[in-house]
């Protein structure tokens, strides 16, 4: 795709994030603007397979993202909006998600730590996006390429992704 450049009159920005070849800025007034290959989510439009950013975009607390996907948490409710690649975490977003403590992400999907401790997960089911489980009880969450982990209150670990970038539980480090 062709790539955008840096909107004009962009100012008071809080934070900016990437993903491979794009950026979100984060501004103080909770708006976002986006710039970069439209492809990998610096676009407002949506076409074929990609998800543009809504235009209507507010209120918005911090923004996660992986390769091609951006990820804005929403403050009010704790919702999240997603943007970029629809098969990588883009469009398939969970609409029952409220009280969203933190987003994580691998490289092609996501996961939401919500307020009560439980865990969704979207994207590609390869590197995340396919939690089966019914996660509760969750402290925080880390990942790694194409894998998720989920420190529960207990002590306990719960992983899914792929097996071979950490995906499953092995003894020894093997």
């Avoid at 992400?105 to 396919?130: H, I, M, R, Y």
């Avoid at 969750?138 to 992983?159: H, M, N, P, W």
Wanted: proline share 3%.
């Amino acid at each position: 795709g062709s790539s955008s450049s840096v909107p004009s009159g962009l100012v008071d920005v809080r934070a900016i994030y990437s993903t491979v070849k794009a950026f979100a800025a984060l501004k103080e007034d909770g708006t976002v603007a986006v710039w970069g290959d439209p492809d990998w989510g610096g676009s407002t439009t949506d076409r074929n397979d990609i998800s543009g950013m809504p235009n209507d975009l507010a209120g918005v607390e911090a923004i996660y993202s992986a390769n091609r996907v951006f990820c804005a948490l929403l403050s009010g409710n704790g919702s999240v909006e997603c943007w970029g690649y629809n098969d990588h975490g883009g469009s398939d977003v969970p609409s029952d998600m409220v009280g969203v403590r933190s987003v994580y992400s691998t490289e092609s999907s996501f996961c939401a730590l919500q307020g009560d401790g439980s865990v969704k997960a979207w994207g590609l089911p390869g590197t995340g996006g396919n939690l089966t489980e019914n996660l509760t009880n969750v402290r925080t969450i880390f990942s790694t390429y194409q894998a998720f982990a989920a420190l529960k209150e207990d002590g306990t670990v719960a992983v899914w992704g792929a097996p071979s970038r950490g995906g499953s539980l092995t003894s020894g480090g093997g």
